[in-house]
T-cell receptor
Framework: DAGVTQSPTHLIKTRGQQVTLRCSPKSGHDTVSWYQQALGQGPQFIFQYYEEEERQRGNFPDRFSGHQFPNYSSELNVNALLLGDSALYLC??????????????FGPGTRLTVL | GNSVTQMEGPVTLSEEAFLTINCTYTATGYPSLFWYVQYPGEGLQLLLKATKADDKGSNKGFEATYRKETTSFHLEKGSVQVSDSAVYFCALVMLSGGYNKLIFGAGTRLAVHP
């Protein structure tokens, strides 16, 4: 049973560019959350997708957007990249939303470097 | 707002030493509490959790007790191993409008030497 997978593993971009990160949830999971983990910091919640809609959002600008597909996979898009966007981006999947505080399973992350 | 505060690292111990990593939280309401571990080059793995006051979560020799009176969830292990070297994150989940999201502390790096 495959766990949460993310691609690519590493990515290097320059300021002003746009980037798309991808996530496939654990088999049977239908909810995907995205987190940003800056170096030496804890992960910060970006947003959560369920039934192909953004259900809640953290304190991130509109440059950060996402999408969820019918097969529950998800993309994170960041426009107009800034140096401060350099971080490890983590995807987490779970079954359902809040009911029962369902455990979130994390992928290995995508390391984004903005030069 | 809701937040988690962890003791700063790195924590450096010899093998078989006793481990404590302190975690306190601020929350409006009654959150569920978690400890996640991140090994080098990997994503986060759930280590243990507690969903209500006085619950004790335990896994792989680690344990933590949900203390509402002190708003704490300290992680302990009686005898650490070199393989326990990793970054440990304390986190809480609050229900908000029917949805949940994890709020993490800054993490504590543990280094265990033979």
């Amino acid at each position: 049973d495959a766990g949460v997978t993310q691609s690519p593993t590493h990515l290097i971009k320059t300021r002003g560019q746009q980037v798309t990160l991808r996530c496939s949830p654990k088999s049977g999971h239908d909810t995907v959350s995205w987190y940003q983990q800056a170096l030496g910091q804890g992960p910060q919640f970006i947003f959560q997708y369920y039934e192909e809609e953004e259900r809640q959002r953290g304190n991130f600008p509109d440059r950060f957007s996402g999408h969820q597909f019918p097969n529950y996979s998800s993309e994170l898009n960041v426009n107009a990249l800034l140096l401060g966007d350099s971080a490890l981006y983590l995807c987490a999947s779970s079954l359902g939303l809040a009911g029962g505080m369902n455990e979130q399973f994390f992928g290995p992350g995508t390391r984004l470097t903005v030069l | 707002g809701n937040s988690v505060t962890q003791m700063e690292g790195p924590v450096t111990l010899s093998e078989e030493a006793f481990l404590t990593i302190n975690c306190t939280y601020t929350a409006t309401g009654y959150p569920s509490l978690f400890w996640y571990v991140q090994y080098p080059g990997e994503g986060l793995q759930l280590l243990l959790k507690a969903t209500k006051a006085d619950d004790k979560g335990s896994n792989k020799g680690f344990e933590a007790t949900y203390r509402k009176e002190t708003t704490s969830f300290h992680l302990e292990k009686g005898s650490v191993q070199v393989s326990d070297s990793a970054v440990y994150f304390c986190a809480l989940v609050m229900l908000s409008g029917g949805y949940n999201k994890l709020i993490f502390g800054a993490g504590t790096r543990l280094a265990v030497h033979p």
